[in-house]
Structures are given as C-alpha cells and as structure tokens.
C-alpha cells in the first residue's frame, strides 16, 4: 500500500506565495510519477502539474510561469511551489502519483487534499 500526505496549506494574501508538500509512505518499490490537483468548490478536479524521473517537469497552460513542481526522491517527496496567488474561494489541492511506468492520468493513490484559502 501507499500513502500520500499533504501538508502546507493555509491561509495565505492573494499576490503571495505558498509552498506545498506531499510525502509518500507505505510498502512499494518506487514511484514513476507524482503530481498536483486542483479542485475549486463546484467544479471538477483539475490537473495542475507533474514530474516524473524521465522528463521535465510538466504543467497547465494556467499554471506555467506561476507554479513549479519539484521532487526529492530520496524522500519520496513532491512540492507545489505557488506565487501570485489569485483571491479566489478556497481551493484544496490533492497530491497524487502512480507507481511504475505510465503517465498522471493512470493515477493510483490520492493523498486527503490540503485547502489553501487566499483573501484579498
């Protein structure tokens, strides 16, 4: 099993910064991709950007210039670094990964989700 835990979200100005975290725990052998969600209340959950140990890291059209993914495998890690943020309602973020070969859509394992509220 694997498990996913985010941490870092909160309360933050719209036009700051938050960084977000997500560790990867369990009995597994390797992760091939992990990634960031997105889901604003009454809307769908949408794909904010990934990494993988093969490629750069990759990211939404709404996302580029503002958010950047990176990993630290050696931890199991995963961190969603978020400037200019909007003052929009409180959105949660969901760390996810896939373990193996394959791409962010075959997602395996969803972590609990973080709620990263900004005002204005």
């Known amino acids: 099993q694997v498990q996913l835990v985010e941490s870092g979200g909160g309360l933050v100005q719209a036009g700051g910064s938050l960084r977000l975290s997500c560790a990867a725990s369990g009995n597994f052998f390797r992760i091939g991709v992990m990634g960031w969600y997105r889901q604003a209340p009454g809307k769908q959950r949408e794909l904010v950007g990934f990494?993988?140990?093969?490629?750069?890291?990759c990211y939404t059209d709404a996302a580029k210039g503002r958010f950047t993914v990176s990993r630290e495998y050696t931890k199991n890690m995963v961190f969603l670094q978020m400037n200019s943020l909007k003052p929009e309602a409180t959105d949660i973020y969901y760390c996810?990964?896939?373990?193996?070969?394959?791409?962010?859509?075959?997602?395996?394992?969803w972590g609990q989700g973080t709620q990263v509220p900004v005002y204005s």
């Open positions: 990494i993988t140990d093969g490629c750069l890291p």
């Open positions: 996810a990964a896939k373990t193996g070969a394959g791409s962010i859509e075959e997602t395996e394992v």
